[in-house]
């Protein structure tokens, strides 16, 4: 819904930092309103002029993106206290939330600030590697046909494809932390739609075993804040208890069996 | 590239992550939940008359203290002392994140601790008999016959704890909080638990446990509230309220609540000395 009266002016308070440990503060930019801004047309409109409300001279604010559709993550930060991505972030609703207030931008805080409002997600590629979110298909002999799958199961591999990695789901986690080993929901997703690959389940008891390693799905308190504020409606509730599932069986057939 | 296996040179509690906190999911059903379970509805019987029976039959048990410390105790220590670090380790952000999920997880922790005092506190006083609540300490006595009984036992298990608690409103809100702390923390405990054992798959599966832990915790806190009920309106008989009297007259002059097997008599307190005495419940013990 828009709202009946439009500000002429659009205040946005911006948490800044100029190096990876610095010290992080805050500036007040102003931009004049227009119908359909976005988050990122602001950043560009401040980046054209970085003078703060005071008057004073800035610097550009950092942030980082590419796709501008909410298909990559890459510009994914706090808008208003809530984690989202600043492209599909529309001025308007977010006037509706603050009222007559002023925006607020911060980085996420559960991942390391490189500068500004770019952050460093490696820690979730680095989980995708740990946790082979491949299906293994390398070499040159033939594999023949590919698996047959039901639509129940390609309906639920489709939802769990569309992570982009963006990191909403570990901002908003209470158990995820910037300096814990909690491996976090995404991953999650991932690990439950490999192993649900015909293919990829060849990999699905290493996956299993490094997810009951420290930090792994036993970590998770079921807030459920993950599928709260997921873009891509990945459906993560599913995939931890699905998780949670595939490592009970998995411990119990390995108590049993030993490991070799 | 992060290492995939856990180094053969970490610790303990590193190697046996998944198993501990699977742990910590099975204690809280098992044995703790199941003996919550029970004891509500053993106090729900401060209702009715059956209250003095169930404690008798409790104490009759053969290797109580066995079963005390296997069954209840370690599991307890163990259960409580892994949650308080998972409390102290979360970042809790219902401020910004205001999702019923995650009010309950935050209230999952919070409920823990207070669960935690009230159990303390519970067992410190009705169990190991302290009396850091002076004569407000809820405390289990052997009866006395006094005059007026017939010679006979005056069972006090109903009157003790029923007076205690009408005596202070420190002990009524005590016995409010960490109880229906426990309650939400069991039911919602319960909920959560179907998740991480992987029971409850689909958003469908748990809503409908959903309601089977909301009726358990609906249970649960009526059997409670039914105890504290009787338990604020119960009136002492005259001979109840004189075996008490003696029992407090005995905590004044040594500090300490007479129980079986205390020795030696209070002074004046000896068994030939006055013509009420202590008596002991037949020995079932072996
Ligand atoms: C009244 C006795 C208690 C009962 C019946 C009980 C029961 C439970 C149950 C059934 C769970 C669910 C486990 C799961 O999600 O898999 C649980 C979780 C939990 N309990 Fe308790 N508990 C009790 C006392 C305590 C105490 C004293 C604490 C200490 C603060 C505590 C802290 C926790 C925490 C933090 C969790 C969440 C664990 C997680 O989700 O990973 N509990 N409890
Ligand atoms: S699961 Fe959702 S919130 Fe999490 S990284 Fe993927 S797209 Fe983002
Ligand atoms: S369910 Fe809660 S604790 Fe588990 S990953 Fe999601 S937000 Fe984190
Ligand atoms: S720029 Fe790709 S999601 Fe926003």
């Not at chain 2, 046996?16 to 019987?45: D, E, K, W, Y």
Request: some cysteine.
């Amino acid at each position: 819904m828009i709202a009946p009266k439009k500000p002429e002016i659009i205040t946005f308070r911006i948490k800044r930092q100029d190096a990876r440990d610095a010290q992080p503060y805050w500036e007040v930019f102003e931009v004049p309103y227009k119908p359909n801004l976005n988050v990122i047309s602001c950043l560009q409109l401040i980046a054209e002029n970085p003078v703060t409300r005071e008057g004073r001279q800035s610097r550009p604010v950092v942030w980082d993106c590419s796709c501008l559709e909410e298909v990559c993550g890459a510009c994914t930060m706090v808008i208003n206290g809530r984690v989202r991505q600043s492209c599909s972030a529309l001025v308007d609703q977010l006037l509706e939330e603050v009222g007559e207030g002023e925006i607020t931008l911060e980085p996420m805080t559960k991942f390391p600030v490189v500068r500004d409002l770019w952050v460093d997600r490696q820690r979730m590629f680095d989980n995708l590697l740990r946790f082979k979110g491949w299906v293994p298909i390398d070499g040159t002999h033939d594999l023949g046909e590919g698996p047959k799958e039901s639509p129940e199961e390609q309906e639920l591999r489709y939802e769990l494809s569309r992570c982009m990695t963006c990191g909403c789901c570990l901002e908003a986690c209470p158990q995820f932390t910037l300096d814990n080993d909690f491996i976090g929901a995404n991953t999650f997703g991932q690990v439950v739609y490999f192993n649900a690959h015909k293919t990829g389940r060849v990999l699905m008891n290493e996956r299993l075993d490094a997810l009951m390693e420290p930090g792994g799905i036993a970590d998770c308190g079921n807030a459920q804040n993950c599928v709260k504020v997921c873009p891509k409606d990945v459906p993560l509730t599913i995939a931890i208890a699905k998780a949670g599932r595939q490592t009970t069986v998995h411990s119990i057939k390995r108590f049993f069996t030993g490991k070799r | 590239m992060t290492q995939s296996a856990v180094a053969p040179s970490s610790s303990f509690l590193d190697r046996h992550h998944f198993l501990l906190r699977r742990l910590h999911s099975l204690t809280g059903i098992m044995p703790i939940g199941v003996f919550v379970m029970f004891h509500l509805f053993t106090n729900m019987q401060m209702a009715f008359s059956t209250f003095q029976h169930e404690v008798d039959w409790i104490h009759s048990m053969p290797a109580l203290l066995f079963l005390e410390v296997f069954g209840l105790w370690l599991p307890i220590a163990f259960h409580a002392g892994l949650g308080l670090i998972y409390t102290f380790n979360a970042k809790y952000n219902t401020r910004h994140y205001r999702y019923g999920g995650n009010w309950r997880y935050t209230l999952q922790r919070v409920t823990g601790i207070l669960a935690l005092i009230f159990i303390l506190v519970h067992v410190a006083t009705l169990r190991w008999r302290w009396p850091i609540l002076g004569e407000h300490t809820p405390f289990f006595a052997w009866g006395w016959a006094v005059p007026g009984s017939g010679g006979e036992l005056v069972p006090l298990a109903t009157a003790t704890t029923a007076l205690a608690i009408q005596s202070s409103l420190l002990v009524i809100l005590l016995y409010v909080v960490g109880v229906f702390s426990a309650v939400f923390h069991l039911a919602n405990g319960l909920w959560t638990a179907a998740i991480t054992w992987g029971l409850t798959l689909t958003q469908q599966a748990q809503r409908r446990w959903g309601y089977v832990c909301i009726a358990i915790f609906l249970g649960l806190a009526s059997f409670s509230a039914m105890a504290l009920y009787a338990s604020v309106t119960y009136q002492a008989s005259e001979v109840e309220k004189a075996s008490l009297a003696k029992t407090l007259e005995v905590y004044r002059q040594t500090g300490v609540y007479p129980h079986k097997g205390d020795k030696p008599h209070p002074p004046g307190h000896e068994p030939e000395a006055v013509e009420t005495r202590l008596i002991m419940p037949p020995a079932t013990d072996p």
